[in-house]
Structures are given as structure tokens and as C-alpha cells.
Nanobody, 121 residues
Framework: QVQLVESGGGLVQPGGSLRLSCAAS????????MGWYRQVPGKQRDLVAG???????NYADSVKGRFTISRDNAKNTVYLQMNSLKPDDTAVYYC???????????????WGQGTQVTVSS
């Protein structure tokens, strides 16, 4: 069974930094694109940043220049470095990955359990 386990959330003051990690574990053949999403109560889950297996990245306009997504393929882990945090960044952050469990199978969407990030003084 494949699992995505996130860590690194918490409370931080405006202007501060946090680093989120998400490790995939279980029986897998390959991991494709990975990404981070965030959601606040009553709103939809939105893409924050994504990274392909080859390392190409994309970001939501609201986080460009402040957040950096990266991955360590040897560790099946994706990271989100968040700098210059603002109160508007407060949300539950979810890790996402497209995972192929066997050579001839399709890719499936997997999600982490979510980690709370609160930016407040």
C-alpha cells in the first residue's frame, strides 16, 4: 500500500520560513509529477507548486519568488521551502503524487493527510 506522509507544518510569524516534506512509501514502480496543494475551510483545494519527475517546476502566482519546490528521487520525497510567509498562506497543505505501482499499470493520484500551516503574530 502506498502512503504519502507529510511533516514540517506549524505556527510561524509573518515573514518567517517553514519547510514541508512529503515522503512516499510502499510498493511503487515509479513516481511521476509531485506537488503541493493548500486548502482553507469553505474553499477548494488549490495548487501551490508542482514538479515533474525531470525537475520542471510551476508555481501559483501568489507564491512565486517566495516558495521553492524540490524533490529527492532517491528518497521518494518532495519538499516545499516557504519563505516570507504571509497570513494569507495559512491553510492545510497537502502533498500529491502520481504513482505507478507496477510497470504496466497506469498512474494513480495519491494524497497525504495534510499538515496545518498557520502564519500569525
Amino acid at each position: 500500500q502506498v502512503q504519502l506522509v507529510e511533516s514540517g507544518g506549524g505556527l510561524v510569524q509573518p515573514g518567517g520560513s517553514l519547510r514541508l516534506s512529503c515522503a512516499a512509501s510502499g510498493s511503487m514502480y515509479s513516481i511521476g509529477a509531485m506537488g503541493w496543494y493548500r486548502q482553507v475551510p469553505g474553499k477548494q483545494r488549490d495548487l501551490v507548486a508542482g514538479i515533474t519527475s525531470g525537475g520542471s517546476t510551476n508555481y501559483a502566482d501568489s507564491v512565486k519568488g517566495r516558495f521553492t519546490i524540490s524533490r529527492d528521487n532517491a528518497k521518494n520525497t518532495v519538499y516545499l521551502q516557504m519563505n516570507s510567509l504571509k497570513p494569507d498562506d495559512t491553510a492545510v497543505y497537502y502533498c500529491n503524487a502520481l504513482i505507478r505501482r507496477e510497470l504496466l499499470s497506469r498512474e494513480y493520484d495519491y494524497w497525504g493527510q495534510g499538515t496545518q500551516v498557520t502564519v500569525s503574530s
